[in-house]
């Protein structure tokens, strides 16, 4: 009995110490960026050796899927699924763009860094690819359903994230307000 209560509270030290790792990255992740995170940074944060990371995580890849990992397990990319059974199109479009933008809205400063560093750095182009893209993807397809061709590209400019930091930091409408200037600008 002895060994099993042992090996339980050795578990459950890794595991603590795992989730210092992944939420120090996603601290930096959001401060600096991931591509200006570095091992000996998230080692620093974490309270642990750089051995003790590379033991939980080879290399940057496996911190990269960590982080994105548990940034969506916090809080989920908005689900397109829900938005299909919403039947009046200018509806389902507020709906989902509302959840959009406050999805944006809770992780800005993450958002912020990653977008700017998946421009050049291929480790983030792969992760936002793996995690993000299908999502997206889907954002576009359901809020897209029945759009003519004039306005697909409206709903692209809608959906992206520096649409919303614009309309919500730079011309500081509310989210509603957001939303209600972007439906009409797509559905006129």
């Given at each position: 009995m002895a060994r099993t209560y042992t090996l339980k509270r050795r578990a459950e030290g890794q595991a603590e110490t795992r989730r210092r790792i992944v939420e120090a990255a996603v601290d930096l992740h959001s401060t600096v960026g991931p591509a200006a995170t570095?091992?000996?940074?998230?080692a620093e944060k974490?309270?642990?050796?750089?051995?003790?990371?590379?033991?939980?995580f080879p290399d940057e890849?496996?911190?990269?899927?960590?982080?994105?990992?548990?940034?969506?397990?916090?809080?989920?990319?908005?689900?397109?699924?829900?938005?299909?059974?919403?039947?009046?199109?200018?509806e389902r479009l507020r709906v989902g763009l509302r959840a959009v933008y406050d999805w944006y809205a809770r992780n800005e400063?993450?958002?912020?860094?990653v977008l700017r560093d998946v421009q050049h750095y291929a480790p983030v182009q792969e992760i936002m690819a793996l995690r993000?893209?299908?999502?997206?993807?889907a954002w576009h397809d359901v809020l897209g359903a029945g759009l003519s061709a004039k306005q697909r590209p409206?709903?692209?400019?809608?959906?992206s994230y520096h649409t919303w930091r614009t309309l919500a930091r730079e011309a500081r409408l509310t989210q509603a307000a957001?939303?209600?200037?972007?439906?009409?600008?797509i559905l006129g």
């Open positions: 570095s091992i000996s940074m998230i974490a309270g642990v050796q750089r051995h003790t990371l590379y033991a939980h890849r496996a911190v990269l899927m960590a982080c994105s990992g548990h940034s969506l397990e916090q809080d989920p990319l908005p689900d397109a699924e829900h938005w299909r059974a919403i039947a009046d199109p200018r400063n993450l958002l912020a860094c993000y893209a299908p999502g997206i993807a409206l709903l692209a400019l809608a959906l957001a939303v209600k200037a972007m439906a009409e600008a």
